[in-house]
């Protein structure tokens, strides 16, 4: 008998195992560990994957993608390295790869979370500049923080009053922290750091990973420079 996980950090893998490894002839898992488990219940912090690979099983990757263009493709290289990007630059596409706009605002705290009212700002303009002719395309806005998701939630019932025109486009548009929208893409993502005084969690390189992995086309990154130049997220 074989059990094949295709979730690494399934919360109840390590039970199903255990009750089963008897008669268990072979494990398979697909995911990966680079990236966020679903569910913290090891104390390593380790999904129960990589804890396998770090014993010594057998691990195959994958070194091809055919998601991301070749640009976005070589902001995971450091967690990556073999890593080939099947997908040429679009040219057509109406916008660069990356962008990096540097947001001189201050981060907010709420609660247990953060925000960051000045990057909340600075992507609502660089929308009403660009959303004529992205419109078409799918677009997300992804931050890891749950409070600045919110704020710009609320940012757009407002815009949806006044500007009728596209309201409808405006609705469209996916607002997720980076944790919920592992697994997800879009077309264009743009991707608010909040942060200005530290980075706080987004130290953990596996959360940087899966908010640099979820754009096929372009993404925009807003930041404040000094803050994350630090750990080359630019």
């Not at 091809?64 to 057509?92: F, G, H, Q, T, W």
């Not at 395309?137 to 009728?164: G, L």
Request: aromatic share 8%; glycine share 2%.
């Amino acid at each position: 008998k074989a059990l094949v996980s295709l979730e690494t950090g399934f919360s109840g893998l390590d039970q199903i195992f255990n009750l089963n490894k008897k008669q268990l002839e072979k494990l398979v898992m697909i995911g990966d560990y680079n990236q966020l488990p679903s569910v913290e219940y090891d104390v390593s912090n380790l999904s129960m994957m990589e804890r396998l690979i770090r014993r010594g099983n057998k691990e195959m990757l994958l070194k091809r993608e055919y998601r991301m263009n070749e640009i976005l493709s070589d902001a995971l290289i450091d967690s990556y390295p073999e890593l080939i990007s099947c997908k040429k630059v679009n040219k057509k596409f109406p916008l660069k790869a990356v962008q990096v706009i540097d947001v001189c605002g201050k981060e907010q705290k709420d609660a247990t979370s953060f925000y960051n009212p000045t990057e909340i700002e600075f992507i609502n303009k660089w929308l009403t500049r660009n959303i004529s002719s992205i419109s078409k395309y799918s677009i997300a806005i992804i931050s890891p923080y749950k409070s600045q998701v919110e704020h710009i939630k609320y940012s757009f019932s407002k815009i949806n009053k006044s500007h009728k025109k596209y309201k409808n486009i405006y609705q469209n548009i996916q607002v997720h922290t980076t944790d919920s929208f592992q697994g997800n893409e879009a077309d264009i993502v743009l991707i608010s750091m909040v942060r200005t005084s530290n980075i706080g969690f987004l130290n953990d390189v596996r959360r940087m990973n899966v908010i640099l992995s979820r754009a096929k086309e372009s993404m925009a990154l807003f930041l404040h420079l000094k803050t994350f130049v630090l750990i080359n997220v630019v």
